[in-house]
């Protein structure tokens, strides 16, 4: 009986939790689709899985002063950023983006699956990354990059697109996918101190057949089973731009 307590002890240490922060209206969509895969795959193995799905939160994607739900540091002349930091150090910040904040920390790793937008996120989920990532919780200066706060944890972009593979390649009209990465990779999750993990990109879904639709949810699918396994990419320029 000692050894299975030891033994079931051992397992919740073990037990990885994830964040899932979903931005898509519709949850019949092929990003609902990969989003499920997600949290089927990542359940069975044991790992507690939270999404925050935006648009049933009916998430507020604008930062403004009433983020801060305390006195304003500078009421004359309105700063978000300042605010926002002297909010989150004197524990002031309204209690959405505090909720979030606490699922960040939790998690070992952070899923974001929605679709391409303008080579970025969709206004909602920048919205979030604009009001949880603050300066206090997730970096500070100096705190950022592989100083950030959020070291040690992983975070993940899972991204559908409107165009075909072709099209993002550097010979492509739109140019290699990993350009847009930079930004949000980079400059978001990495300053943030995040190990960021290869993207998952799935091409086209729209115009693929079922079957290509198919093979794109399996292989997402087969990519969890190892995801624990995997080596974070090197966040610097060349990784993006090449040498």
């Known amino acids: 009986m000692r050894d299975t307590y030891k033994a079931l002890a051992g397992a919740n240490r073990m037990r990885k939790k994830v ?3 979903y931005a898509h209206q519709e949850p019949r969509s092929f990003n609902g689709c990969l989003k499920k ?8 193995q044991g790992c507690t899985v939270t999404v ?3 648009y049933a939160m009916d998430f507020e994607p604008r930062a403004t002063r009433n983020d801060i739900t305390g ?3 500078n ?3 309105f700063s978000y950023g300042v605010e926002a930091y002297e909010a989150c150090k004197k524990r002031c910040l309204t209690s959405d983006i505090v909720d979030e904040q606490k699922k960040v920390q939790e998690a070992d790793l952070v899923i ?3 679709p391409l937008y303008w080579f970025s996120v969709p206004a909602i989920l920048k919205g979030w990354m604009d009001r949880v990532l603050c300066q206090g919780f997730a970096f500070d200066l100096p705190g950022f990059y592989d100083s950030g706060f959020l070291k040690g944890k992983l975070a993940l972009l899972s991204i559908t697109t409107g165009g075909t ?7 492509g009209v739109s140019g290699d996918f990993k350009y847009f990465l930079w930004p949000l990779q980079h400059g978001t999750l990495h300053f943030c101190g995040f190990k960021v993990l290869a ?5 086209a879904p729209e115009t693929a057949s079922e079957e290509e639709r198919k093979q794109m949810m399996a292989s997402w699918a087969q990519r969890l089973e190892t995801i624990w396994k995997e080596v974070p990419i090197p966040c610097t320029p060349p990784w993006y731009f090449g040498q």
């Open 165 to 171: 593979a072709e099209m993002y390649t550097k010979t």
């Open 112 to 114: 974001f699956q929605f």
């Open 52 to 54: 925050s799905d935006l």
């Open 71 to 73: 006195a304003l540091s």
């Open 19 to 21: 964040l899932i922060v």
């Open 37 to 44: 895969v997600a949290v089927e795959t990542l359940s069975k």
């Open 75 to 77: 009421p004359e002349v």
């Open 199 to 203: 993207p998952q990109i799935s091409f």
